[in-house]
């Protein structure tokens, strides 16, 4: 039913073929692959890997990948490219957009279903300001998806945890009443979510209703927990920086229920894959810590899931 996997950011020293082998090796079912340019410059945490160069697809590259593909055993869930297509910088966000409609179209060439992005925001501006933009840029890359049948997850991070995103967050698509609007502004079926439970948690929402009231949306699902800290928040309040409230961690170090998340993504009758976003700043010191969360939050999701 539903095939377990993770994002590959989190291994951003390994090659494209060591992160298959390794996803292979470990009774992985999937990886979605992280996509930056090959010569960008964002130093963001778990951004600007590129494990596969979309650029760089000549046919031969494509028969190599699905090769590798084909002998692990593993299938990619997505392409991975998570930039500010609403940037305020009109030179940078056009740079955003025209990379978006690169992955998009050689998700089509490797035949990927999903490419796992964001909307965008300018954190200076209203959420009303920023559909405005969006309503102008979006639905030309939609178009692009359209044309190459290819499904766009938009993830729900609302990109605020650090100073320089203060104060609305670099990415606009925070909740339910958000979404809404989009997909008023752009109903096609091919845009969707990538849905992470984890950002609902420190938003103070409940992580499951949205898996009911957007089953037909679910395009791609990340598995990711996280922490309030209750004694933090009473201090600090909701409007100081997120990160001094919460943390993301591991699935099941959290407080994600994860028992009715998995339900409702059964009850909903999802079939798509369900990838694991490693975050957790407990498991940076070395890359034996990297792996070893990798396969915790294995072991701790297949009690939800069917083995043979």
């Not at 939609?142 to 670099?170: L, S």
């Not at 925070?174 to 950002?199: K, Q, T």
């Not at 943390?247 to 998995?262: E, Q, T």
């Amino acid at each position: 039913m539903l095939k377990l996997g993770f994002v590959s950011a989190i291994l951003a020293d390994f090659s494209f073929e060591h992160v298959i082998s390794f996803a292979s090796n470990h009774g992985f079912d999937c990886v979605e692959v992280m996509c930056w340019p090959s010569d960008n410059a964002d130093n963001r945490r778990y951004a600007g890997v590129t494990h596969l160069d979309v650029s760089g697809l000549t046919d031969k590259r494509v028969a190599d990948l699905k090769h590798t593909l084909r002998e692990a055993r593993i299938f990619i869930s997505a392409l991975g490219y998570y930039p500010n297509p609403l940037d305020p910088d009109a030179t940078k966000a056009a740079f955003y957009v025209e990379h978006i409609k690169e992955v998009i179209r050689g998700a089509a060439r490797l035949r990927v279903p999903v490419v796992n992005t964001f909307v965008g925001r300018d954190p200076s501006r209203s959420i009303a300001d920023n559909l405005k933009v969006f309503a102008d840029v979006w639905p030309g890359i939609v178009k692009v998806a359209e044309e190459h049948h290819v499904k766009i997850g938009i993830e729900n991070c609302p990109m605020f945890f650090t100073d320089d995103e203060w104060p609305g967050g670099k990415n606009l698509a925070i909740s339910p009443a958000v979404w809404d609007r989009m997909f008023e502004i752009i109903p096609s079926p091919l845009f969707g979510l990538n849905y992470d439970p984890s950002h609902l948690i420190w938003q103070m929402m409940d992580e499951v209703k949205p898996i009911y009231q957007y089953r037909n949306r679910l395009h791609h699902i990340h598995l990711k927990d996280a922490k309030l800290y209750r004694d933090k928040l009473d201090r600090v309040g909701i409007m100081a920086n997120p990160l001094e409230y919460h943390s993301p961690k591991l699935p099941g170090l959290g407080d994600v229920n994860w028992r009715a998340f998995f339900a409702a993504l059964t009850d909903v009758r999802y079939r798509g894959p369900v990838v694991i976003e490693v975050e957790d700043k407990a498991y940076e010191g070395d890359v034996n810590d990297v792996k070893s969360a990798i396969l915790t939050s294995r072991n701790y999701l297949r009690q939800f899931l069917a083995y043979d």
